[in-house]
């Protein structure tokens, strides 16, 4: 478990407690100054190295025990593990993310290993956090108020001045915001649920909506969607990010690399869902993912190949746009009916079991064969996608 206790204004300061086993380093924002160290209440002498990539390894004898630590810093804009950060706590608003390094990290930030647990945390990835903020802003993020604490895996937090709007779903946070907009927002909400409870009944609800300004970059962490307010009138992509919640199926971590079972499905229920609500027609939304699949193809000069083989090429962003176009060609080959049925089937017998792409072809009828070969097996569909942007 980690603790952190935070202490917010212009700048961050912060106590970190954790119990190790054999650690010699951890890893944080090469802009924070460490105060203390200490071992099972012993301080610790220990060294910096500064790398290239705007975080810095805080290095000392290899321990066991509780270690604590007290840092403190500020975020200037050119410091964390990606050049889009652009965090200033010098700004009214800013976000804390793992993407800053504001606490201190056990694994190398630059590995697969750190990627991994951040996708699938494990239960010394968890937090309980403390904010105060020092000034008349206010604190949210993606963790659950327990017992006093927030609770919960990779922490976010963003720092501003900002209101609630409670509702059905959970609530939304804003800094300003127009009513009706909202409302609309409530409404996309209640629309897609009462849509996706068709294939599989399920409730949005404890869902936290964190209204954000524009050039942060909206994104998703399990009950709480980060969105910009520019984001919030994408109904499609609001769509999308909501049907993530309940309607993918399990699947192991070699099938999920292929990025089928969660983008690809969730795309074509977008597809569907807009084509429904009246906010977009399935023929506008299936020749934008032509579109996109046309150019990423082309702009990176990737050679077409079947859904069966993105996970081992790492190509499982092609499931957006080619992946969804897999499933749209599988409607069109079985009907709207079949296709229901079958994903129905998906949802209900793949909650808990690991589907892969025998278990999802067997949902379907022998019509469906076609489909399967020319877009998972083979790379026939690839590649006539590419020559002929009406074909589908």
């Known amino acids: 478990m980690n603790r952190l206790n935070l202490y917010l204004s212009d700048k961050i300061k912060a106590t970190f407690t954790r119990k190790v086993e054999d650690t010699d380093f951890f890893v944080i924002n090469k802009d924070f100054y460490i105060h203390r160290l200490l071992c099972d209440k012993k301080e610790m002498i220990f060294k910096e190295e500064t790398t290239s990539s705007n975080f810095k390894v805080i290095l000392f004898e290899k321990i066991s025990g509780m270690l604590e630590i007290e840092y403190e810093g500020i975020l200037d804009g050119t410091t964390g593990k990606y050049p889009y950060v652009k965090e200033k706590t010098s700004d009214d608003f800013y976000i804390l993310r793992h993407e800053t390094v504001y606490y201190p990290c056990f694994i190398r930030v630059d590995s697969e290993d750190y990627i991994q647990h951040l996708i699938e945390p494990r239960e010394e990835d968890m937090f309980e956090v403390s904010v105060h903020v020092e000034d008349q802003r206010c604190a949210v993020s993606n963790l659950k108020e327990v017992n006093g604490w927030l609770r919960g895996f990779n922490p976010t937090i963003v720092i501003g001045n900002y209101h609630e709007y409670k509702s059905f779903f959970g609530a939304v946070y804003y800094e300003m915001i127009e009513k009706e907009k909202l409302q609309r927002l409530e409404k996309i909400i209640y629309d897609t649920n009462q849509f996706m409870n068709r294939y599989k009944k399920a409730k949005i609800q404890d869902y936290k909506i964190i209204i954000i300004p524009e050039g942060y970059g909206s994104f998703v962490l399990e009950d709480t969607m980060f969105v910009t307010k520019e984001g919030c009138e994408d109904a499609q992509q609001l769509i999308h990010e909501l049907i ?115 278990k999802f072809e067997a949902l379907f009828s022998s019509e469906s064969k076609k489909v399967f070969d020319e877009y998972f097996r083979n790379e026939t569909a690839a590649r006539r996608l590419l020559d002929n942007k009406k074909s589908c």
């Not at 429904?276 to 996109?292: F, R, V």
């Not at 000069?301 to 081992?312: L, N, R, Y």
Request: glycine share 4%; hydrophobic share 35%; aromatic share 14%.
């Open 244 to 358: 993530h919640t309940h309607w993918n199926p399990k699947c192991d971590k070699k099938i999920q690399r292929a990025r089928f079972f969660d983008e690809a499905l969730t795309q074509y229920f977008t597809y569907r869902a807009c084509d429904a609500l009246h906010i977009k027609s399935k023929k506008e939304i299936e020749e934008a993912y032509l579109h996109d699949y046309q150019n990423i193809m082309t702009t990176y000069e990737v050679s077409p190949m079947p859904i069966h083989t993105f996970a081992d090429e790492e190509l499982g962003d092609l499931s957006y746009s080619f992946g969804a176009l897999a499933l749209i060609a599988l409607e069109k080959q079985i009907g709207e009916k079949e296709m229901d049925d079958g994903l129905t089937k998906c949802l209900f017998l793949y909650e808990k079991e690991a589907i892969d792409f025998d």
